[in-house]
């Protein structure tokens, strides 16, 4: 089937405005994940999700960014207050459930590339 | 601290020579452990994945990698590479029952034809 689809795939916004940014997972799988991919930093983890519920959020790297996932589905992530800072290209990634081992490899979306000006 | 290192971020090579490239990580434990390549313009896709069993794992494109546990490594080969090989390259690990992926930074390998 499809695989996993972002919108939108280029935003460009004013410091302190908000942005959502929308993940559609394959669908079946269970686990949705954000990162964010920047020059300085390389892939980093933001958000995993387990059905709707969010079980590590520890890479969200501050209180301006938050997540939520409806109906094991679709997933937003969303910046408030928009810094420079936060430019970078935002992915998002699911997986399956792999009996013994957990979490199987993680699909990835083409991600939404966020300019902050 | 926990880490995956990639070396030689930048690679340039001609076609038809030997790919290899390295990848170490520092954490204990039981590992899943990915490459993924990102072509120009396209997203992430999966090249190989090791779970357990066999410690050599053949992906796609001819591409393999070899886990060795004492070393903390697993590195990718390709014996002979093509100009669409041209991307860059990331080495993730995934602690056993965590969920997070950890990436390297990743090695821009550029083949001329």
């Known amino acids: 089937g499809a695989g996993v689809s972002q919108s939108p795939s280029n935003k460009v916004t004013e410091k302190g405005k908000d942005v959502e940014l929308r993940c559609d997972p394959i669908?079946?799988?269970?686990?949705l994940y954000w990162y964010r991919q920047s020059l300085g930093q390389g892939l980093e983890f933001l958000i995993y999700?387990?059905?709707?519920?969010?079980?590590?959020k520890s890479g969200l790297p501050s209180d301006r960014f938050s997540a939520e996932r409806t109906g094991g589905s679709v997933s937003t992530l969303t910046i408030q207050r928009t810094q420079q800072e936060d430019s970078a290209v935002y992915l998002c990634?699911?997986?399956?459930?792999?009996?013994?081992?957990?979490?199987?490899?993680?699909?990835f979306g083409p991600g939404t590339r966020l300019t902050v000006t | 601290a926990q880490s995956v290192s990639q070396h030689n971020h930048h690679v340039i090579l001609s076609e038809a020579a030997s790919l290899e490239l390295g990848c170490n990580y520092s954490?204990?434990?039981?590992?899943?452990l990915f490459w993924y390549v990102q072509y120009p313009g396209q997203h992430l896709q999966l090249l190989l994945k090791?779970?357990?069993?066999?410690?050599l794992v053949k992906g796609i494109k001819g591409f393999e990698a070899e886990f060795i546990k004492s070393k903390f490594s697993f590195n990718l080969r390709k014996p002979s590479v093509q100009w669409s090989d041209t991307a860059e390259y990331f080495c993730?690990?995934?602690?056993?029952?965590?969920?997070?992926?950890?990436f390297g930074k990743g090695n821009q390998v550029v083949v001329i034809p």
């Open positions: 954490y204990g434990g039981t590992v899943n």
């Open positions: 999700f387990q059905g709707n519920s969010a079980p590590d």
């Open positions: 669908s079946g799988h269970t686990a």
């Open positions: 993730a690990v995934i602690l056993y029952g965590n969920n997070r992926l950890a």
């Open positions: 090791y779970f357990s069993g066999d410690p």
């Open positions: 990634a699911s997986s399956a459930w792999r009996l013994l081992a957990g979490v199987d490899e993680q699909y």
